[in-house]
T-cell receptor, first 114, second 116 residues
Framework: GQQLNQSPQSMFIQEGEDVSMNCTSS?????WLWYKQDPGEGPVLLIA?????ELTSNGRLTAQFGITRKDSFLNISASIPSDVGIYFC??????????????FGKGTLLTVNP | KAGVTQTPRYLIKTRGQQVTLSCSPI?????VSWYQQTPGQGLQFLFE???????NKGNFPGRFSGRQFSNSRSEMNVSTLELGDSALYLC???????????????FGPGTRLLVL
């Protein structure tokens, strides 16, 4: 199946700083997804990207679908304490022929120091 | 509307036992997917059910099975539990009618299983 390499694994930043994380794959994805997981909860979808080169924002979050369709980036501007959590990239696993089988990156653990 | 609910939220079992986890999807959703989340392997797809039929399957041994009822509620079962089965089991629901596209899947809070 397809694999996603997400970096960095963890980040420790000061409140107000900007954050960048990225995800790469050796194979093409037609859809890129970014999720956030809070402790004790399931992942929540933040942004969905459907087209190569697409740049989409959701409040202070901005994500881009790489032109090669093998990477994606998530930026968080002016971080606040509630941004703490694990951020995952994900995409439908086309090798399985299904949009309901998601492949996830290993996640980026974000800690924000007030 | 109510979100995806999973029961129980926490479970402790011993090796060799079996366990059944339940997932109630959002009203109107007919697709339910299951994922296993561990610190080492991350989130891994188990299977997906739609209209009481398994539509997709991940790379897990046959000890992992599931089913879906006519009201779209789903259960997953793990038989002969091993220590490595300790994980957070998440289910996600969606309408299930994406065809060639993709539709948002909504995750439940998960069931945390500890195998001793």
């Amino acid at each position: 199946g397809q694999q996603l390499n997400q970096s960095p694994q963890s980040m420790f930043i000061q409140e107000g700083e900007d954050v960048s994380m990225n995800c790469t794959s050796s194979s093409i994805f037609n859809t890129w997804l970014w999720y956030k997981q809070d402790p004790g909860e399931g992942p929540v979808l933040l942004i969905a990207l459907y087209k190569a080169g697409e740049l989409t924002s959701n409040g202070r979050l901005t994500a881009q679908f790489g032109i090669t369709r093998k990477d994606s980036f998530l930026n968080i501007s002016a971080s606040i304490p509630s941004d703490v959590g694990i951020y995952f990239c994900a995409g439908p696993d086309l090798s399985g022929g299904s949009n309901y089988k998601l492949t996830f990156g290993k996640g980026t653990l974000l800690t924000v120091n007030p | 509307k109510a979100g995806v609910t999973q029961t129980p939220r926490y479970l402790i079992k011993t090796r060799g036992q079996q366990v059944t986890l339940s997932c109630s999807p959002i009203s109107g959703h007919r697709s339910v997917s299951w994922y296993q989340q561990t610190p080492g392997q991350g989130l891994q797809f188990l299977f997906e059910y739609f209209s009481e039929t398994q539509r997709n399957k991940g790379n897990f041994p046959g000890r992992f099975s599931g089913r879906q009822f006519s009201n779209s509620r789903s259960e997953m079962n793990v038989s002969t539990l091993e220590l490595g089965d300790s994980a957070l089991y998440l289910c996600a629901s969606s309408f299930g009618l994406a065809g060639g596209g993709w539709e948002t899947q909504y995750f439940g809070p998960g069931t945390r299983l500890l195998v001793l």
